[in-house]
């Protein structure tokens, strides 16, 4: 956990949601500092999702307290513009822009938010491409792709914004089982450059090489936060024991 | 796209058998049951009994000559009405040496947009903005007049074919930003706004466009401090504009609804304000799955055009109209309409070609999505 306050990137205090009636979330408190990889994991409907799109102002919050490298979400669009051009986030449906090529796609908020001159985006986005080993598919369209090369575009899409902190929501849920390694490998690269990273998921192998501590989840709440070796060899609440005995044959 | 290129399909072809000759193909599909054949001799007959006197009436015994009825048959078409007066279904009552403006201006028109065509042409949508905020002006300056030595036509004597592109022009570049406008409105998370728009929309759906252009030509003016007068034409196409951009607004929010929430939220955690990522992400896809909607209401603005003749203005139909009073060819009432017909009939037609051809091209760009 996080020490002194220059190196806290992501706050949450007491954060409370309410969906009409449904309290999704009842008082998340969470500190993620600079370079720390937290995976989040849980039943479907705990409120993973929520929690991680509360971070960048996707969902917002009715109680409590989010800050996101010194800078409060706290309404003001400022701050919201702020935090969004650290935060990078990947969706577990990929959310490409069909109607773009995959150049067009990476360039297009480089271009359009940060003003940088076309050719400077280019270089930048043929850069992550190769990072994520696709720069040959710079010029098809998202649908040309099979579902592991579009994820890979969508952590490269992320990249090319600079983003202090990298937002994974179950970011291969959505793949076939033979595409979720080439997803996983290009996020542990991501890990071992020192990336701060938030990282929804169910596979427990990446938690358990990349992950400083895990977040176990439950009806909208924290149930359990530890290291990887102490979660699996020793969860202390019944609700985590339950849920690994579930994920883990 | 090049890609295409690499998979090339064979196109299946139909077995021999049935790829003979035209009688086979007769036997086929004419005749292949006793109830088809029953059919097929059924739309022989009907078409003998309309469309033979049609042909004869309109073709046959029609005449192209002459300068009055007196010299047009009494059992067929007298085109020489449509000859005679042929400029005034294009221009109306426009004088006749000033017509050189508007084919100059529409000249123009025709040249400014051969760019949008280009297949590389860069900045095509500043280009298309600059050239929608540069060409009315100078267009309305041709057709009015009254500078740079320019004799001034009255819109009162703008006419014929022409003043229906100006109406059905004006309303179609209006309708379809101010219809995006109030369709983003509709879905706007301010209430204000949205009410706003709502209000708007469903208050000029509710009437018909004639009450509209009454209430813009009759009751605008009693609202007018007194000697201050709108033009009768401006009124009309203030009107037309805004009856068919609450049509188009509802057409855009189909579009608008059918695209996926992941799209907005990708969109806005790549820090895209909400302009950007309208104009960037949603509007080019919304609006690619509408292009049928939207020239379907474009098409609707055509035609609704004709409904000007109302107010007293003479648009194509208007001067159709017009020309059957002329004693010199009373009674010849079918010839004009029906040339009006025409003409309004080859420009919807044109519209539906080219959207079909907008649509081909976009898909082609995007295969196998």
């Known amino acids: 956990m996080a020490q002194d306050g220059a190196d806290r990137m992501i706050v949450m205090r007491d954060v409370h949601k309410w969906f009409g009636e449904f309290h999704v979330l009842r008082g998340i408190t969470l500190e993620v500092a600079r370079g720390q990889k937290v995976v989040v994991c849980g039943p479907s409907g705990s409120g993973k999702s929520t929690m991680i799109r509360c971070i960048n102002g996707l969902e917002d919050y009715q109680r409590g307290e989010i800050v996101v490298d010194g800078i409060p979400l706290d309404g003001d669009v400022k701050h919201l513009d702020a935090i969004r051009r650290e935060v990078g986030m990947v969706f577990q449906q990929f959310n490409l822009f069909p109607h773009l090529t995959v150049m067009e796609n990476l360039i297009l908020a480089p271009m359009h938010v940060k003003h940088m001159p076309r050719r400077e985006a280019e270089e930048l986005a043929m850069f992550f491409l190769e990072r994520v080993r696709i720069p040959e598919q710079a010029h098809k369209y998202p649908g ?33 089982p033979e595409m979720v390694k080439e997803v996983l490998d290009v996020m542990i690269e991501l890990a071992e450059e020192g990336m701060t990273m938030v990282v929804v998921t169910h596979e427990m192998g990446f938690a358990r090489q990349v992950a400083d501590f895990i977040c176990f989840m439950d009806q909208g709440e924290i149930v359990e936060m530890a290291p990887p070796a102490e979660f699996f060899s020793r969860p202390r609440s019944e609700r985590t024991r339950l849920f690994l005995s579930q994920i883990l044959h | 796209m090049a890609v295409r290129s690499e998979s090339p399909r064979e196109i299946p072809r139909p077995p021999v058998s049935e790829r003979i000759g035209p009688l086979a193909w007769l036997k086929h599909n004419l005749f292949s049951t006793w109830y088809n054949t029953l059919l097929t001799f059924l739309v022989l007959w009907l078409l003998w009994v309309t469309l033979v006197p049609f042909v004869e009436w309109a073709v046959v015994n029609a005449t192209l000559a002459g300068t009055s009825k007196a010299d047009c048959p009494a059992d067929g078409a007298c085109w020489a009405l449509v000859r005679v007066r042929f400029h005034q279904y294009l221009f109306g009552l426009y004088p006749v040496e000033e017509r050189w403006r508007v084919l100059l201006a ?37 057709f009015a007049g009254g500078r740079f030595g320019l004799v001034p036509v009255e819109t009162a004597n703008w006419g014929g074919l022409f003043l229906t592109l100006v109406i059905a022009g004006v309303g179609i570049t209006t309708s379809l930003p101010l219809g995006i406008l109030l369709a983003l409105g509709r879905r706007s998370s301010m209430p204000v706004v949205r009410a706003l728009s709502v209000a708007f929309i469903e208050l000029v759906r509710g009437v018909p466009l004639v009450t509209i252009l009454f209430m813009a030509s009759v009751m605008l003016p009693l609202f007018l401090p007194p000697g201050v007068t709108i033009d009768k034409l401006l009124r009309a196409l203030v009107g037309v504009s805004l009856f068919s951009s609450a049509y188009m607004a509802e057409v855009v929010r189909g579009g608008l609804q059918a695209i996926p929430k992941g799209q907005y939220e990708a969109a806005m955690a790549l820090g895209l304000s909400y302009w950007q990522m309208m104009r960037l992400v949603i509007l080019p896809q919304a609006l690619r799955l509408v292009i ?78």
Request: glycine share 8%; aromatic share 12%.
């Open chain 1, 144 to 176: 040309q792709l099979s579902g592991g090369q579009q994820q890979r575009v969508a952590i490269a899409r992320a990249l090319c914004m600079r983003p202090k902190i990298m937002l994974f929501d179950e970011p291969t849920s959505a793949l076939d």
């Open chain 2, 292 to 369: 049928p909607g939207i020239v379907n209401t474009f098409i609707g603005l055509f035609k609704d055009t004709s409904l000007v003749t109302i107010i007293g203005l003479y648009d194509l139909l208007g001067m159709a109209k017009l020309i059957t009073t002329d004693p010199a060819w009373l009674g010849r009432a079918a010839e004009s309409y029906l040339f009006a017909a025409f003409g309004f009939w080859i420009f919807c037609f044109g519209m539906s070609r080219y959207s079909m051809y907008v649509e081909r091209v976009l898909a082609a760009g995007r295969e196998r999505d």
């Open chain 2, 106 to 142: 529409f000249a123009l028109l025709v040249a400014g947009m051969v760019p949008l065509f280009l297949p590389r042409m860069p900045r095509r949508i500043l280009y298309a903005i600059v050239l929608i905020l540069v060409y009315p002006p100078v267009a309305y300056l041709l």
